[in-house]
């Protein structure tokens, strides 16, 4: 029974922590703070990313659209990496490790999977003005598929990095 | 060695994910319109005249929001409100990328899913035809339900000239899907009267023609486009993807519980490991 603990602890942990923070970030001061805020970084930084290479790319709000064929894509709220990230964040706040780590392979994930996320929006938005088909396919299933290996590859990476937990003191 | 075995084994499932996951065969295509795409309202009148596109408020109206173009010099408006730029004349690659998708729709579209209701009706994604003319009478909604990425085609008079006339009828969206996915080729004239709400850009095989209609897309037509107290004819980009207002997420709700349910099996196997030394 006692060996099981950590695990129940674990597993309870990230269940708790993970409906916390999806129910924090549907609440409307979040949402307004800091999800919309970020939503519409991400089409500015997008385009900010194109510009160099096209100019006929545009930004206004969330959404990014081609001068060219008029062609836009709107980056909503579940479309911005944010939930992804929470279950990373959730995983790694849950898992018994030290702080520094914890602290750690928060940032390394978020930048991990907002990178991604960057990557994503950019390749559908040529995708989508080529064919509407492959991108209705690279959003419906290859990026969630992407996204999910990213995720999985920062936290396994992660666990791998740990520390060993301290030795059990002996009964003296 | 454990720690690899740890490492693989979510990372397998993961990978079994990427490849088991297979697109369904998509059965409508929207057209592309190339240079075409921006317009909110664009008459492309082969012999152009003062009346290739007409816009007049006789005082209800709310106007225009958009790009409008015509192939004559300029557009004839009486007191419409237009938000956008006016291009007239268009350049001819605005016209001939418009008769392309025009002519490209059919072939790119032709099974038909279903004959266009007439009556109230909630229709999922589709190539909707009739085969002459169709008439959405007063009291009649046709709701266009699905999700951002759902396309609806509507092809009338698949059989010969039809001509598309909604005379107090709505299309509405439900659901999560966008009226910029949605799209009526007709091989004649088009008209849409007393419209609460009409969706979706019209590639008209003649003349387009709506009055006091709250219309979200684009009417574009082959002839002359006339709008008497748009109610507003808006279109502001064509918003699919990662985004439209509850579309497909970075994850969907599936993905999510696979994700999570990743996560917590590796961390369980590690702390496992950790506890076996």
């Given at each position: 029974m006692g060996a099981k603990a950590p695990m129940a602890r674990f597993l309870i942990l990230f269940v708790v922590i993970l409906a916390a923070l999806f129910a924090a970030q549907l609440t409307r001061p979040v949402q307004s703070a800091f999800v919309l805020p970020w939503t519409e970084a991400l089409a500015r930084i997008s385009v900010a990313l194109i510009t160099p290479l096209d100019s006929h790319a545009v930004a206004f709000g969330k959404i990014l659209q081609s001068t060219t064929n008029g062609f836009a894509i709107s980056i909503e709220a579940g479309c911005n990496g944010i939930e992804a990230a929470l279950i990373l964040i959730a995983a790694m706040l849950a898992f018994p490790a030290p702080w520094k780590h914890r602290a750690i392979g928060i940032l390394a994930g978020l930048a991990a999977v907002q990178a991604l996320n960057v990557v994503r929006v950019v390749s559908l938005f040529y995708i989508g003005q080529w064919d509407l088909r492959v991108f209705q396919w690279a959003h419906l299933y290859l990026w969630q598929a992407l996204i999910m290996l990213d995720v999985l590859i920062v936290w396994l990476i992660w666990i791998r990095t740990l520390p060993p937990p301290p030795s059990p003191v002996p009964a003296s | 060695m454990n720690d690899h075995i740890v490492a693989r084994s979510p990372?397998?499932?993961?990978?079994?994910?990427?490849?088991?996951?297979?697109?369904?065969?998509?059965?409508?295509?929207?057209?592309?319109?190339?240079?075409?795409?921006?317009?909110?309202?664009?008459?492309?009148?082969?012999?152009?005249?003062?009346?290739?596109?007409?816009?007049?408020?006789?005082?209800?109206?709310?106007?225009?929001?958009?790009?409008?173009?015509?192939?004559?010099?300029?557009?004839?408006?009486?007191?419409?409100?237009?938000?956008?730029?006016?291009?007239?004349?268009?350049?001819?690659?605005?016209?001939?990328?418009?008769?392309?998708?025009?002519?490209?729709?059919?072939?790119?579209?032709?099974?038909?899913?279903?004959?266009?209701?007439?009556?109230?009706?909630?229709?999922?994604?589709?190539?909707?035809?009739?085969?002459?003319?169709?008439?959405?009478?007063?009291?009649?909604?046709?709701?266009?339900?699905?999700?951002?990425?759902?396309?609806?085609?509507?092809?009338?008079?698949t059989g010969g000239p039809g001509a598309l006339t909604v005379n107090s009828g709505q299309v509405i969206m439900g659901g999560s899907a966008v009226a910029c996915n949605v799209y009526w080729k007709t091989s004649a004239a088009m008209t849409v009267t007393d419209s609460a709400s009409f969706v979706g850009t019209v590639l008209s095989g003649d003349a387009a023609t709506m009055t006091r209609t709250n219309w979200i897309g684009r009417m574009m037509a082959t002839t002359d486009a006339t709008l008497t107290d748009p109610m507003p004819m808006t279109f502001a980009g064509c918003a699919v993807g990662p985004g439209a207002p509850a579309g497909t997420p970075t994850l969907s709700e599936w993905a999510m519980i696979l994700l999570a349910s990743l996560l917590a099996m590796a961390g369980f196997l590690a702390i496992r490991k950790q506890q076996a030394r």
């Open positions: - | 990372l397998a499932a993961g990978l079994a994910v990427l490849l088991s996951v297979s697109a369904p065969a998509l059965a409508q295509v929207a057209p592309n319109l190339g240079s075409a795409a921006p317009f909110a309202v664009l008459g492309t009148n082969a012999i152009p005249t003062v009346g290739t596109v007409t816009c007049t408020d006789t005082g209800p109206g709310i106007g225009i929001t958009g790009r409008v173009g015509s192939t004559f010099n300029s557009i004839t408006n009486t007191g419409c409100a237009i938000t956008g730029p006016i291009v007239a004349p268009v350049a001819a690659s605005v016209v001939a990328d418009f008769n392309a998708a025009f002519n490209a729709i059919d072939a790119q579209n032709p099974v038909c899913t279903g004959v266009i209701p007439i009556v109230s009706t909630v229709l999922p994604p589709g190539v909707y035809c009739s085969a002459a003319g169709t008439t959405i009478p007063a009291g009649v909604t046709i709701t266009l339900t699905g999700n951002a990425s759902s396309v609806w085609i509507f092809r009338v008079g």
